[in-house]
């Protein structure tokens, strides 16, 4: 299961009946509780909604849906269906004004922790830690569309769920439509590790991103069948190619 609250945008899970299975807490906040996704849903849009969302293969709409605040907005929904539920990812149509602003926000938050870092030294050794843990996903970009993410050392939870926020939104904020997962210097794996990072690959899904995995040695093989089974997911064995394909 996608972790929701790891999304930049509200998501909710819902089944063939448009009964809310989970929603993450900003779709909670935005829309409030709710059994049913169709009571987010402006009446003039429900039997679009309907005649929609329940089709397995229509995977984008637009409805207009009412806020906590009773504000009717129009929102793209992406839906993604697996079996007899849905995951679905809302994001409203200014959503590029909001962008710019969290961009803004993230940059005084960094310059804030700069500060902190000067004042606080007791927190260097965090600091240190959690840039390498960055460092050790860092998101390389060979064109505007494509990503390159080289993952070095162990394969494990905490490496995932310390970046994959970061990740995703990279992905989201900058329209990534392909990611190249390079595995090449990762140590050890152990089946909780690869995964967390088969649910962040299957969220690449929701924002139209194909998966390009690379690097796989064969002590990676017993590891990675589970992966089999994500869509827009594939596997090469020369990354050198692959990059002169796409700067070229």
């Avoid at 049913?36 to 402006?42: K, Q, Y």
């Avoid at 088969?198 to 990675?224: D, N, R, W, Y």
């Amino acid at each position: 299961m996608i972790h929701l609250d790891a999304m930049p945008m509200p998501m909710v899970i819902i089944d063939h009946s448009l009964n809310i299975i989970e929603a993450s807490g900003k779709a909670e906040k935005l829309f409030g509780r709710s059994a049913s996704f169709l009571n987010w849903v402006d009446h003039e849009s429900k039997d679009k909604a309907v005649r929609f969302m329940q089709h397995k293969h229509v995977e984008k709409l637009e409805l207009n849906l009412v806020t906590a605040e009773g504000v009717i907005s129009l929102f793209t929904v992406f839906i993604n269906w697996d079996k007899n539920t849905a995951a679905v990812v809302l994001q409203l149509e200014d959503q590029l004004i909001v962008q710019l602003m969290n961009k803004v926000k993230e940059h005084q938050r960094r310059l804030e922790e700069s500060d902190m870092e000067l004042i606080l030294k007791k927190n260097e050794l965090e600091v240190s830690f959690g840039r390498i843990s960055e460092l050790s996903t860092a998101a390389i970009h060979l064109t505007d569309e494509v990503v390159l993410i080289p993952i070095f050392g162990d394969l494990s939870v905490s490496l995932i769920h310390y970046n994959q926020e970061r990740i995703l939104n990279n992905i989201y904020s900058q329209n990534i439509d392909e990611v190249i997962i390079d595995l090449q210097s990762v140590g050890r794996m152990d089946e909780a590790g690869v995964e967390e990072l088969m649910k962040m690959i299957q969220s690449f899904s929701l924002f139209g991103a194909e998966c390009t995995i690379t690097g796989v040695k064969p002590e990676h093989a017993p590891f990675l069948n589970q992966f089999k089974t994500i869509k827009k997911l594939t596997f090469i064995n020369n990354l050198e190619d692959k990059v002169a394909r796409i700067i070229c």
